[in-house]
Protein backbone atom coordinates (compact mmCIF):
# COMPACT_ATOMS: atom_id res chain seq x y z
CA UNK A 1 0.00 0.00 0.00
CA UNK A 2 1.06 3.17 -0.77
CA UNK A 3 2.37 6.28 1.75
CA UNK A 4 0.23 8.39 0.02
CA UNK A 5 -0.97 9.76 2.88
CA UNK A 6 0.95 10.35 6.28
CA UNK A 7 0.27 11.39 10.22
CA UNK A 8 1.09 14.91 9.51
CA UNK A 9 -1.25 15.08 6.56
CA UNK A 10 -4.17 13.33 8.49
CA UNK A 11 -3.65 15.51 11.59
CA UNK A 12 -3.31 18.51 9.07
CA UNK A 13 -7.04 17.15 7.98
CA UNK A 14 -8.17 16.94 11.38
CA UNK A 15 -7.61 20.96 12.13
CA UNK A 16 -9.59 21.50 8.60
CA UNK A 17 -12.01 19.04 10.03
CA UNK A 18 -12.65 20.15 13.45
CA UNK A 19 -11.82 16.95 14.55
CA UNK A 20 -9.71 15.71 17.08
CA UNK A 21 -7.82 11.76 16.10
CA UNK A 22 -6.54 10.57 19.85
CA UNK A 23 -3.35 8.46 19.22
CA UNK A 24 -5.10 5.31 19.02
CA UNK A 25 -7.56 6.34 16.44
CA UNK A 26 -4.61 8.19 14.01
CA UNK A 27 -2.73 4.86 12.97
CA UNK A 28 -6.00 3.07 11.77
CA UNK A 29 -7.36 6.70 9.77
CA UNK A 30 -3.79 6.46 8.02
CA UNK A 31 -4.04 3.04 7.17
CA UNK A 32 -8.10 3.46 5.88
CA UNK A 33 -7.09 6.62 4.11
CA UNK A 34 -3.94 4.98 1.83
CA UNK A 35 -6.66 1.98 1.03
CA UNK A 36 -9.35 3.84 -0.10
CA UNK A 37 -6.74 6.36 -2.21
CA UNK A 38 -5.24 4.00 -3.90
CA UNK A 39 -8.43 2.26 -4.64
CA UNK A 40 -9.57 5.64 -6.00
CA UNK A 41 -5.99 5.95 -8.11
CA UNK A 42 -7.95 3.53 -10.69
CA UNK A 43 -9.85 6.98 -11.66
CA UNK A 44 -6.54 8.38 -13.25
CA UNK A 45 -6.90 5.88 -16.03
CA UNK A 46 -9.73 8.10 -17.66
CA UNK A 47 -8.39 10.75 -19.95
CA UNK A 48 -11.23 13.54 -18.81
CA UNK A 49 -9.05 16.74 -19.80
CA UNK A 50 -12.06 17.53 -22.00
CA UNK A 51 -14.67 17.09 -19.64
CA UNK A 52 -16.47 19.57 -17.67
CA UNK A 53 -17.26 18.65 -13.94
CA UNK A 54 -20.55 17.94 -13.60
CA UNK A 55 -21.77 19.78 -9.96
CA UNK A 56 -25.62 20.44 -11.00
CA UNK A 57 -27.68 17.31 -11.63
CA UNK A 58 -30.40 19.48 -13.54
CA UNK A 59 -28.43 20.03 -16.14
CA UNK A 60 -28.54 16.64 -16.84
CA UNK A 61 -32.11 15.39 -16.18
CA UNK A 62 -34.02 17.99 -18.77
CA UNK A 63 -34.85 21.13 -16.55
CA UNK A 64 -32.05 22.74 -17.53
CA UNK A 65 -30.46 24.98 -15.18
CA UNK A 66 -33.48 27.33 -14.06
CA UNK A 67 -32.09 29.81 -11.39
CA UNK A 68 -35.44 30.40 -10.34
CA UNK A 69 -35.34 33.11 -7.49
CA UNK A 70 -38.27 33.79 -5.18
CA UNK A 71 -40.07 37.45 -4.39
CA UNK A 72 -37.22 39.43 -2.74
CA UNK A 73 -40.41 39.63 0.11
CA UNK A 74 -39.60 38.84 3.68
CA UNK A 75 -41.31 36.59 5.64
CA UNK A 76 -41.10 34.57 9.13
CA UNK A 77 -38.52 31.91 9.63
CA UNK A 78 -38.03 29.60 12.23
CA UNK A 79 -39.30 30.63 15.85
CA UNK A 80 -36.57 31.76 17.92
CA UNK A 81 -38.14 30.07 21.03
CA UNK A 82 -38.23 26.47 19.77
CA UNK A 83 -34.58 26.74 18.06
CA UNK A 84 -33.30 27.96 21.46
CA UNK A 85 -34.82 24.83 22.99
CA UNK A 86 -32.39 23.06 21.23
CA UNK A 87 -29.30 24.75 22.43
CA UNK A 88 -26.70 23.29 24.90
CA UNK A 89 -26.56 26.84 26.16
CA UNK A 90 -28.89 30.16 25.66
CA UNK A 91 -29.48 33.43 27.40
CA UNK A 92 -32.93 33.53 25.17
CA UNK A 93 -31.84 35.25 22.71
CA UNK A 94 -28.18 34.39 21.57
CA UNK A 95 -26.14 30.41 21.44
CA UNK A 96 -23.81 30.62 24.77
CA UNK A 97 -19.91 29.18 23.65
CA UNK A 98 -16.71 29.44 25.24
CA UNK A 99 -14.98 32.87 25.26
CA UNK A 100 -13.02 33.36 21.60
CA UNK A 101 -11.03 36.35 22.48
CA UNK A 102 -8.93 36.48 25.29
CA UNK A 103 -8.38 40.54 26.60
CA UNK B 1 -36.43 -22.14 4.94
CA UNK B 2 -33.44 -23.44 6.75
CA UNK B 3 -33.23 -20.38 9.58
CA UNK B 4 -33.59 -20.85 13.15
CA UNK B 5 -35.78 -17.77 13.51
CA UNK B 6 -37.65 -15.68 11.48
CA UNK B 7 -40.09 -12.37 11.81
CA UNK B 8 -41.05 -11.85 7.84
CA UNK B 9 -44.75 -11.03 7.96
CA UNK B 10 -46.48 -9.87 5.32
CA UNK B 11 -48.29 -6.13 5.28
CA UNK B 12 -51.99 -5.70 3.75
CA UNK B 13 -51.91 -3.78 0.25
CA UNK B 14 -52.91 -0.08 0.53
CA UNK B 15 -55.78 -1.13 -1.47
CA UNK B 16 -57.27 -3.71 0.95
CA UNK B 17 -56.26 -1.79 4.55
CA UNK B 18 -57.69 1.68 2.85
CA UNK B 19 -61.29 -0.53 1.87
CA UNK B 20 -61.74 -1.72 5.73
CA UNK B 21 -60.59 1.63 7.22
CA UNK B 22 -63.17 3.34 4.28
CA UNK B 23 -65.96 0.89 4.98
CA UNK B 24 -65.45 1.25 9.20
CA UNK B 25 -64.67 -2.57 9.27
CA UNK B 26 -61.20 -1.95 10.81
CA UNK B 27 -60.46 1.32 12.88
CA UNK B 28 -57.46 3.32 12.19
CA UNK B 29 -57.24 3.36 15.78
CA UNK B 30 -57.29 -0.19 16.38
CA UNK B 31 -55.39 -0.52 13.46
CA UNK B 32 -52.70 1.80 14.85
CA UNK B 33 -52.52 -0.38 18.59
CA UNK B 34 -52.43 -3.64 16.70
CA UNK B 35 -49.11 -2.39 15.02
CA UNK B 36 -48.15 -0.92 18.46
CA UNK B 37 -48.52 -3.89 20.13
CA UNK B 38 -46.23 -5.96 17.19
CA UNK B 39 -43.53 -3.63 17.89
CA UNK B 40 -43.64 -3.90 21.25
CA UNK B 41 -43.18 -7.51 20.67
CA UNK B 42 -40.63 -7.37 18.26
CA UNK B 43 -38.20 -4.33 18.26
CA UNK B 44 -36.16 -5.47 21.18
CA UNK B 45 -34.82 -8.35 19.04
CA UNK B 46 -34.80 -6.66 15.51
CA UNK B 47 -33.95 -2.89 16.99
CA UNK B 48 -35.79 -0.89 13.83
CA UNK B 49 -37.64 1.83 15.69
CA UNK B 50 -35.34 4.28 17.20
CA UNK B 51 -38.44 6.44 18.86
CA UNK B 52 -42.19 5.63 18.79
CA UNK B 53 -44.96 8.93 17.98
CA UNK B 54 -47.96 7.47 19.59
CA UNK B 55 -49.40 10.17 21.05
CA UNK B 56 -49.65 11.67 17.42
CA UNK B 57 -50.30 8.30 15.66
CA UNK B 58 -53.52 7.93 17.60
CA UNK B 59 -54.55 11.43 16.96
CA UNK B 60 -54.29 11.14 13.41
CA UNK B 61 -55.74 8.10 13.50
CA UNK B 62 -58.92 9.23 15.79
CA UNK B 63 -59.26 12.05 13.12
CA UNK B 64 -59.26 9.59 10.49
CA UNK B 65 -61.74 7.45 12.59
CA UNK B 66 -63.90 10.38 12.80
CA UNK B 67 -64.36 11.33 9.09
CA UNK B 68 -64.97 7.39 8.49
CA UNK B 69 -68.30 7.67 10.54
CA UNK B 70 -69.65 10.78 8.84
CA UNK B 71 -68.78 8.98 5.66
CA UNK B 72 -66.71 11.78 4.14
CA UNK B 73 -64.25 10.67 1.36
CA UNK B 74 -60.53 10.01 2.76
CA UNK B 75 -57.56 10.63 1.87
CA UNK B 76 -55.05 8.63 -0.06
CA UNK B 77 -53.00 6.80 2.83
CA UNK B 78 -56.11 7.45 5.34
CA UNK B 79 -54.91 5.45 8.39
CA UNK B 80 -52.10 3.87 6.86
CA UNK B 81 -48.92 2.94 9.70
CA UNK B 82 -46.08 4.12 8.13
CA UNK B 83 -41.91 4.33 9.79
CA UNK B 84 -39.98 6.90 9.24
CA UNK B 85 -36.24 6.91 9.37
CA UNK B 86 -34.72 9.15 11.22
CA UNK B 87 -32.82 11.44 9.08
CA UNK B 88 -36.28 13.21 8.10
CA UNK B 89 -37.12 15.70 10.71
CA UNK B 90 -40.50 16.28 12.48
CA UNK B 91 -41.35 19.01 15.01
CA UNK B 92 -40.85 18.15 18.24
CA UNK B 93 -40.28 14.46 18.05
CA UNK B 94 -36.58 13.13 18.21
CA UNK B 95 -34.52 13.01 15.09
CA UNK B 96 -31.06 10.94 15.71
CA UNK B 97 -29.54 10.67 12.16
CA UNK B 98 -28.55 7.18 14.34
CA UNK B 99 -25.89 9.30 15.44
CA UNK B 100 -25.11 10.19 19.20
CA UNK B 101 -24.21 13.96 17.99
CA UNK B 102 -27.85 14.15 17.58
CA UNK B 103 -29.05 12.29 20.50
CA UNK B 104 -32.35 14.01 22.39
CA UNK B 105 -32.39 16.53 19.12
CA UNK B 106 -36.18 18.14 18.76
CA UNK B 107 -36.46 19.41 15.61
CA UNK B 108 -38.19 22.79 14.54
CA UNK B 109 -39.61 22.03 11.52
CA UNK B 110 -40.89 19.28 9.29
CA UNK B 111 -40.22 17.06 6.56
CA UNK B 112 -41.51 17.97 3.26
CA UNK B 113 -42.26 14.33 2.39
CA UNK B 114 -43.25 13.34 5.80
CA UNK B 115 -45.47 16.23 6.17
CA UNK B 116 -47.12 14.91 2.71
CA UNK B 117 -47.62 11.60 4.00
CA UNK B 118 -49.52 13.25 7.00
CA UNK B 119 -51.79 15.47 4.73
CA UNK B 120 -52.70 12.36 2.89
CA UNK B 121 -53.73 10.67 6.16
CA UNK B 122 -51.25 7.78 6.87
CA UNK B 123 -50.43 7.43 10.65
CA UNK B 124 -46.74 8.02 11.70
CA UNK B 125 -45.99 5.11 13.92
CA UNK B 126 -42.18 6.40 14.50
CA UNK B 127 -38.72 6.67 13.35
CA UNK B 128 -36.65 3.30 12.54
CA UNK B 129 -33.24 3.26 13.03
CA UNK B 130 -31.01 3.74 10.12
CA UNK B 131 -26.42 4.09 9.74
CA UNK B 132 -25.34 7.20 11.12
CA UNK B 133 -25.91 10.25 8.67
CA UNK B 134 -27.23 7.66 6.62
CA UNK B 135 -23.53 6.61 6.27
CA UNK B 136 -23.33 2.49 6.13
CA UNK B 137 -24.66 -0.60 3.69
CA UNK B 138 -25.40 -3.02 6.62
CA UNK B 139 -27.27 -0.52 9.56
CA UNK B 140 -24.41 -1.50 11.46
CA UNK B 141 -23.18 2.11 11.65
CA UNK B 142 -26.03 3.33 13.82
CA UNK B 143 -24.99 4.63 17.05
CA UNK B 144 -28.13 2.78 18.26
CA UNK B 145 -26.99 -0.72 17.76
CA UNK B 146 -27.51 -2.65 14.90
CA UNK B 147 -31.00 -3.22 12.86
CA UNK B 148 -31.69 -7.32 12.79
CA UNK B 149 -32.87 -8.34 9.62
CA UNK B 150 -36.51 -9.94 9.90
CA UNK B 151 -35.73 -12.90 7.58
CA UNK B 152 -32.72 -14.17 9.54
CA UNK B 153 -31.98 -11.94 13.01
CA UNK B 154 -28.48 -12.85 12.72
CA UNK B 155 -28.04 -10.87 9.25
CA UNK B 156 -27.55 -7.38 8.68
CA UNK B 157 -30.86 -5.53 6.80
CA UNK B 158 -29.01 -3.72 4.73
CA UNK B 159 -28.19 0.03 4.93
CA UNK B 160 -28.63 2.97 5.55
CA UNK B 161 -32.06 2.50 5.11
CA UNK B 162 -31.99 -0.56 7.21
CA UNK B 163 -34.92 0.22 9.54
CA UNK B 164 -37.44 0.92 7.27
CA UNK B 165 -36.61 -2.15 4.89
CA UNK B 166 -37.00 -4.11 8.13
CA UNK B 167 -40.10 -2.30 9.34
CA UNK B 168 -42.22 -3.36 6.08
CA UNK B 169 -40.65 -7.43 6.00
CA UNK B 170 -41.69 -7.90 9.53
CA UNK B 171 -45.39 -5.63 9.16
CA UNK B 172 -44.02 -3.25 12.28
CA UNK B 173 -45.30 -0.89 8.93
CA UNK B 174 -47.35 -0.92 5.95
CA UNK B 175 -45.13 1.36 4.59
CA UNK B 176 -42.55 3.57 5.46
CA UNK B 177 -40.19 6.36 4.24
CA UNK B 178 -35.98 6.34 4.01
CA UNK B 179 -33.26 7.69 1.63
CA UNK B 180 -31.03 7.28 -0.94
CA UNK B 181 -27.58 8.33 -1.43
CA UNK B 182 -25.35 5.53 -2.81
CA UNK B 183 -28.26 2.48 -2.40
CA UNK B 184 -29.37 2.96 1.00
CA UNK B 185 -33.20 2.28 -0.10
CA UNK B 186 -32.83 -0.13 -3.21
CA UNK B 187 -30.49 -1.91 -1.13
CA UNK B 188 -32.13 -2.57 2.48
CA UNK B 189 -34.97 -3.25 0.33
CA UNK B 190 -33.49 -6.18 -1.75
CA UNK B 191 -32.21 -7.71 1.76
CA UNK B 192 -35.41 -7.70 3.26
CA UNK B 193 -37.57 -8.48 0.60
CA UNK B 194 -39.56 -5.66 -0.12
CA UNK B 195 -39.84 -3.23 -2.72
CA UNK B 196 -37.89 0.03 -2.46
CA UNK B 197 -37.67 3.27 -4.42
CA UNK B 198 -34.80 5.91 -5.87
CA UNK B 199 -36.52 8.80 -7.06
CA UNK B 200 -35.13 11.17 -9.89
CA UNK B 201 -32.99 13.50 -8.23
CA UNK B 202 -35.29 16.45 -7.33
CA UNK B 203 -38.77 14.46 -7.95
CA UNK B 204 -39.08 14.51 -4.12
CA UNK B 205 -38.51 17.35 -2.25
CA UNK B 206 -35.01 16.87 0.31
CA UNK B 207 -35.87 19.83 2.63
CA UNK B 208 -36.30 18.25 6.11
CA UNK B 209 -33.74 15.34 5.44
CA UNK B 210 -30.86 15.38 7.62
CA UNK B 211 -28.25 16.06 4.64
CA UNK B 212 -25.15 13.69 3.77
CA UNK B 213 -24.25 14.33 -0.08
CA UNK B 214 -26.67 17.23 -1.31
CA UNK B 215 -26.39 16.59 -5.09
CA UNK B 216 -26.63 12.82 -4.43
CA UNK B 217 -29.18 12.70 -1.41
CA UNK B 218 -33.13 11.17 -2.51
CA UNK B 219 -36.15 10.68 -0.48
CA UNK B 220 -38.17 7.57 -1.39
CA UNK B 221 -40.70 4.52 0.00
CA UNK B 222 -40.57 1.32 0.77
CA UNK B 223 -43.27 -1.33 0.88
CA UNK B 224 -44.65 -4.68 0.54
CA UNK B 225 -45.79 -4.16 -3.32
CA UNK B 226 -44.75 -2.33 -6.62
CA UNK B 227 -48.03 -0.23 -6.67
CA UNK B 228 -48.00 0.50 -2.78
CA UNK B 229 -44.66 1.75 -3.63
CA UNK B 230 -45.66 3.77 -6.68
CA UNK B 231 -48.78 5.48 -4.75
CA UNK B 232 -46.48 7.03 -1.88
CA UNK B 233 -44.45 8.20 -4.56
CA UNK B 234 -47.48 10.19 -5.75
CA UNK B 235 -47.58 11.86 -2.73
CA UNK B 236 -44.81 12.86 -1.47
CA UNK B 237 -43.16 14.01 -4.98
CA UNK B 238 -43.75 17.38 -6.88
CA UNK B 239 -42.03 20.79 -6.39
CA UNK B 240 -41.33 22.44 -3.28
CA UNK B 241 -39.85 25.74 -2.46
CA UNK B 242 -38.43 24.77 0.28
CA UNK B 243 -35.57 22.43 -2.05
CA UNK B 244 -33.98 24.82 -4.50
CA UNK B 245 -33.13 21.13 -6.48
CA UNK B 246 -36.44 20.50 -6.46
CA UNK B 247 -38.08 19.69 -9.86
CA UNK B 248 -41.50 21.51 -11.53
CA UNK B 249 -41.99 18.52 -13.71
CA UNK B 250 -45.25 17.15 -13.40
CA UNK B 251 -46.17 14.24 -11.24
CA UNK B 252 -47.51 11.16 -12.88
CA UNK B 253 -50.18 8.96 -11.46
CA UNK B 254 -47.73 6.53 -10.64
CA UNK B 255 -49.75 3.34 -9.53
CA UNK B 256 -52.16 3.76 -12.74
CA UNK B 257 -49.04 3.73 -14.73
CA UNK B 258 -47.68 0.65 -13.06
CA UNK B 259 -51.01 -0.79 -14.02
CA UNK B 260 -50.03 -0.70 -17.76
CA UNK B 261 -48.49 -4.59 -18.99
CA UNK B 262 -44.92 -3.86 -19.30
CA UNK B 263 -45.10 -5.70 -23.15
CA UNK B 264 -43.23 -3.59 -25.80
CA UNK B 265 -41.15 -1.99 -23.94
CA UNK B 266 -37.21 -2.70 -24.75
CA UNK B 267 -35.21 -3.76 -21.41
CA UNK B 268 -31.57 -3.33 -21.24
CA UNK B 269 -29.25 -5.72 -19.32
CA UNK B 270 -25.69 -4.59 -18.65
CA UNK B 271 -22.45 -6.89 -19.27
CA UNK B 272 -20.96 -4.51 -16.21
CA UNK B 273 -23.44 -5.97 -14.25
CA UNK B 274 -23.24 -9.62 -14.14
CA UNK B 275 -19.62 -10.29 -14.35
CA UNK B 276 -17.02 -11.41 -11.33
CA UNK B 277 -18.26 -10.83 -8.04
CA UNK B 278 -22.14 -11.12 -8.53
CA UNK B 279 -22.93 -14.21 -6.64
CA UNK B 280 -23.80 -17.18 -8.41
CA UNK B 281 -27.54 -17.76 -6.78
CA UNK B 282 -28.69 -13.88 -7.05
CA UNK B 283 -27.34 -13.93 -10.63
CA UNK B 284 -29.52 -17.58 -11.32
CA UNK B 285 -32.66 -15.44 -9.53
CA UNK B 286 -32.42 -12.24 -11.29
CA UNK B 287 -31.92 -13.98 -14.99
CA UNK B 288 -34.98 -15.99 -13.99
CA UNK B 289 -37.12 -12.32 -13.68
CA UNK B 290 -35.56 -11.36 -16.92
CA UNK B 291 -36.80 -14.18 -18.62
CA UNK B 292 -40.23 -13.34 -16.74
CA UNK B 293 -39.89 -10.26 -18.60
CA UNK B 294 -39.27 -11.77 -22.35
CA UNK B 295 -42.46 -13.92 -21.32
CA UNK B 296 -44.82 -10.31 -20.48
CA UNK B 297 -43.41 -9.33 -24.13
CA UNK B 298 -40.34 -7.56 -23.72
CA UNK B 299 -37.75 -7.40 -25.64
CA UNK B 300 -34.52 -8.01 -24.21
CA UNK B 301 -31.05 -6.09 -25.51
CA UNK B 302 -27.49 -6.96 -24.58
CA UNK B 303 -25.98 -3.28 -23.51
CA UNK B 304 -22.52 -1.76 -22.15
CA UNK B 305 -22.08 0.75 -19.47
CA UNK B 306 -18.20 0.75 -19.58
CA UNK B 307 -17.42 3.29 -17.27
CA UNK B 308 -19.32 1.10 -14.71
CA UNK B 309 -16.27 -0.01 -12.64
CA UNK B 310 -15.44 3.75 -11.58
CA UNK B 311 -18.38 4.49 -10.15
CA UNK B 312 -17.66 3.35 -6.54
CA UNK B 313 -14.16 5.39 -6.28
CA UNK B 314 -16.08 8.59 -7.84
CA UNK B 315 -18.96 8.35 -5.15
CA UNK B 316 -16.67 7.93 -2.55
CA UNK B 317 -15.28 11.12 -3.32
CA UNK B 318 -18.29 12.67 -4.08
CA UNK B 319 -20.23 11.78 -1.64
CA UNK B 320 -17.59 12.37 1.14
CA UNK B 321 -16.65 15.68 0.18
CA UNK B 322 -20.27 16.95 0.29
CA UNK B 323 -20.83 14.77 3.29
CA UNK B 324 -17.56 16.72 5.13
CA UNK B 325 -19.66 20.28 3.80
CA UNK B 326 -22.50 18.97 4.79
CA UNK B 327 -21.43 17.54 8.42
CA UNK B 328 -19.48 20.70 9.43
CA UNK B 329 -22.54 22.46 11.29
CA UNK B 330 -22.51 19.90 13.98
CA UNK B 331 -20.60 21.52 16.38
CA UNK B 332 -21.83 21.61 19.22
CA UNK B 333 -23.20 25.28 19.10
CA UNK B 334 -26.75 25.82 18.07
CA UNK B 335 -28.14 21.70 19.33
CA UNK B 336 -26.84 18.41 19.66
CA UNK B 337 -24.28 16.92 21.94
CA UNK B 338 -21.39 19.88 23.42
CA UNK B 339 -19.06 18.07 24.82
CA UNK B 340 -17.94 19.31 28.49
CA UNK B 341 -15.49 21.24 29.90
CA UNK B 342 -13.84 22.23 26.71
CA UNK B 343 -12.11 25.72 27.97
CA UNK B 344 -12.09 26.97 23.92
CA UNK B 345 -14.81 27.61 21.35
CA UNK B 346 -11.93 25.38 18.89
CA UNK B 347 -11.73 22.60 21.86
CA UNK B 348 -15.07 22.75 21.99
CA UNK B 349 -15.80 22.07 18.13
CA UNK B 350 -13.52 19.28 17.92
CA UNK B 351 -14.01 17.17 21.28
CA UNK B 352 -18.02 17.69 20.35
CA UNK B 353 -17.28 16.09 17.03
CA UNK B 354 -14.99 13.74 18.07
CA UNK B 355 -16.95 12.23 20.84
CA UNK B 356 -20.45 12.70 18.99
CA UNK B 357 -19.32 11.28 15.44
CA UNK B 358 -18.66 7.31 15.02
CA UNK B 359 -15.80 5.87 13.30
CA UNK B 360 -17.31 5.56 9.75
CA UNK B 361 -18.81 9.01 9.73
CA UNK B 362 -15.27 10.60 10.55
CA UNK B 363 -13.60 7.89 7.83
CA UNK B 364 -15.77 9.67 5.46
CA UNK B 365 -15.31 12.98 6.92
CA UNK B 366 -11.43 12.96 7.07
CA UNK B 367 -11.48 11.48 3.06
CA UNK B 368 -13.27 14.15 1.97
CA UNK B 369 -11.99 16.87 3.42
CA UNK B 370 -8.76 15.37 2.27
CA UNK B 371 -10.36 15.50 -1.66
CA UNK B 372 -11.21 19.14 -1.40
CA UNK B 373 -7.95 20.40 0.49
CA UNK B 374 -5.70 22.52 -1.36
CA UNK B 375 -3.45 20.70 -3.80
CA UNK B 376 -5.83 17.98 -4.11
CA UNK B 377 -8.84 19.26 -4.67
CA UNK B 378 -8.30 18.75 -8.46
CA UNK B 379 -6.74 16.04 -8.38
CA UNK B 380 -10.06 14.19 -6.32
CA UNK B 381 -13.42 15.70 -6.53
CA UNK B 382 -12.91 17.40 -9.79
CA UNK B 383 -11.56 14.32 -11.02
CA UNK B 384 -14.60 12.78 -9.41
CA UNK B 385 -16.94 15.55 -11.28
CA UNK B 386 -15.99 14.67 -14.11
CA UNK B 387 -16.26 10.56 -14.44
CA UNK B 388 -19.42 11.55 -12.90
CA UNK B 389 -20.31 13.46 -15.85
CA UNK B 390 -19.23 10.44 -18.34
CA UNK B 391 -21.21 7.93 -16.45
CA UNK B 392 -24.37 10.11 -16.29
CA UNK B 393 -24.19 10.42 -20.17
CA UNK B 394 -23.34 6.74 -20.69
CA UNK B 395 -26.85 6.37 -18.96
CA UNK B 396 -28.38 8.81 -21.48
CA UNK B 397 -27.21 7.14 -24.18
CA UNK B 398 -28.62 3.97 -23.00
CA UNK B 399 -31.80 5.28 -22.47
CA UNK B 400 -31.75 6.49 -26.38
CA UNK B 401 -31.75 2.56 -26.87
CA UNK B 402 -33.72 1.03 -24.21
CA UNK B 403 -36.52 2.38 -21.83
CA UNK B 404 -35.43 0.39 -18.93
CA UNK B 405 -32.29 -1.53 -17.18
CA UNK B 406 -32.11 -4.04 -15.60
CA UNK B 407 -29.64 -5.61 -13.30
CA UNK B 408 -29.03 -7.16 -9.90
CA UNK B 409 -29.64 -4.91 -6.83
CA UNK B 410 -26.82 -5.84 -4.61
CA UNK B 411 -23.78 -8.42 -5.56
CA UNK B 412 -24.46 -10.95 -2.94
CA UNK B 413 -27.94 -11.48 -0.62
CA UNK B 414 -27.57 -9.97 3.37
CA UNK B 415 -24.56 -11.32 4.93
CA UNK B 416 -24.03 -11.98 8.86
CA UNK B 417 -23.82 -9.37 11.21
CA UNK B 418 -20.14 -8.38 11.72
CA UNK B 419 -18.68 -9.67 8.70
CA UNK B 420 -18.07 -6.94 6.27
CA UNK B 421 -17.30 -4.45 9.52
CA UNK B 422 -13.39 -4.82 9.72
CA UNK B 423 -13.06 -3.64 6.19
CA UNK B 424 -14.41 -0.34 5.23
CA UNK B 425 -13.22 -0.51 1.25
CA UNK B 426 -15.28 -4.50 1.30
CA UNK B 427 -18.48 -2.45 2.78
CA UNK B 428 -17.76 -0.26 0.36
CA UNK B 429 -17.86 -2.04 -3.04
CA UNK B 430 -21.36 -3.66 -1.57
CA UNK B 431 -22.93 -0.51 -3.30
CA UNK B 432 -21.06 -1.01 -6.28
CA UNK B 433 -24.67 -1.79 -8.23
CA UNK B 434 -25.71 1.05 -7.21
CA UNK B 435 -23.70 3.80 -7.05
CA UNK B 436 -24.26 4.14 -10.98
CA UNK B 437 -27.43 5.18 -10.70
CA UNK B 438 -27.06 7.47 -7.86
CA UNK B 439 -24.22 9.16 -9.42
CA UNK B 440 -26.36 10.00 -12.76
CA UNK B 441 -29.63 11.10 -11.15
CA UNK B 442 -31.83 8.67 -12.56
CA UNK B 443 -34.53 6.85 -11.18
CA UNK B 444 -35.09 3.16 -9.95
CA UNK B 445 -36.67 0.57 -8.14
CA UNK B 446 -35.40 -2.49 -6.02
CA UNK B 447 -38.35 -5.12 -6.51
CA UNK B 448 -37.64 -8.79 -4.90
CA UNK B 449 -37.23 -10.93 -7.27
CA UNK B 450 -36.47 -14.76 -5.88
CA UNK B 451 -34.68 -16.09 -3.53
CA UNK B 452 -31.65 -18.02 -2.71
CA UNK B 453 -31.49 -21.84 -1.89
CA UNK B 454 -31.34 -20.93 2.03
CA UNK B 455 -34.44 -18.48 1.63
CA UNK B 456 -32.54 -15.45 1.73
CA UNK B 457 -34.10 -12.58 -0.53
CA UNK B 458 -32.73 -11.90 -4.09
CA UNK B 459 -34.10 -8.00 -5.46
CA UNK B 460 -33.89 -7.11 -8.84
CA UNK B 461 -32.98 -3.39 -9.89
CA UNK B 462 -34.61 -1.18 -12.91
CA UNK B 463 -33.41 1.98 -13.42
CA UNK B 464 -34.82 3.90 -15.76
CA UNK B 465 -34.03 7.73 -17.14
CA UNK B 466 -34.83 10.77 -15.45
CA UNK B 467 -38.34 11.12 -14.26
CA UNK B 468 -39.41 7.55 -16.41
CA UNK B 469 -40.81 6.68 -13.01
CA UNK B 470 -43.95 4.98 -14.69
CA UNK B 471 -41.60 2.86 -16.78
CA UNK B 472 -39.82 1.54 -13.81
CA UNK B 473 -43.24 0.83 -12.14
CA UNK B 474 -44.22 -1.08 -15.07
CA UNK B 475 -41.21 -3.15 -15.24
CA UNK B 476 -40.90 -4.09 -11.67
CA UNK B 477 -44.53 -5.02 -11.24
CA UNK B 478 -43.94 -7.28 -14.44
CA UNK B 479 -41.70 -9.02 -12.54
CA UNK B 480 -43.34 -9.26 -9.18
CA UNK B 481 -46.28 -10.59 -10.89
CA UNK B 482 -44.19 -13.07 -12.15
CA UNK B 483 -43.95 -14.71 -8.22
CA UNK B 484 -40.13 -15.78 -8.93
Partial sequence: ?????????????????????????????????????????????????????????????????????????????????VVMEQAPETDGAFFKVPKVIER | MDVAETFTQKPMSLAALSAEIAAGRTKAADLAATYYERIEELNPRLNIYLSLTKERALAQASKIDAMAAKGNPLPPLAGIPVGIKDVLVVQGVPSTAGSKILQGYRPPYDCTAVARLEAAGAVLLGKTNCDEFAMGSSN??????????????ELVPGGSSGGSAAAVAANLAVAAL?????????????FCGVVGVLPTYGRVSRYGLIAFASSLDRIGPLAANVRDAATLLGVIAGHDPNDATSSPAPVEDYATESDKPAAGLRIGVPAEYFADGLDPEVRAAVEKGIGALEAAGCTIKPISLPHTKYAVPTYYLVATAEASANLARFDGVRYGYRSADSGTLSAMYS???????????????????????????????????????????????AFAEVDAIVTPTSPFPAFKLGEKTGDPLAMYLADIYTVTASLAGICGVSVPCGATKTGLPVGMQVLARHFGESTAFRVARAVEAAGI
Fill in chain 2, 351 to 397: HSRDEGFGAEVKRRIFLGTYALSAGYYDAYYLKAQRVRRLLAEEFLR
Fill in chain 2, 140 to 153: ENSAYGPVRNPVDP
Fill in chain 1, 1 to 81: MSEKVTVEAVQRVAELAHLELTPEETAPMVRDLNAILDYVAELDELDTSNVTPLAQMSELSGDGIVAVLRADQTAPSLNRA
Fill in chain 2, 178 to 190: GSDTGGSIRQPAS
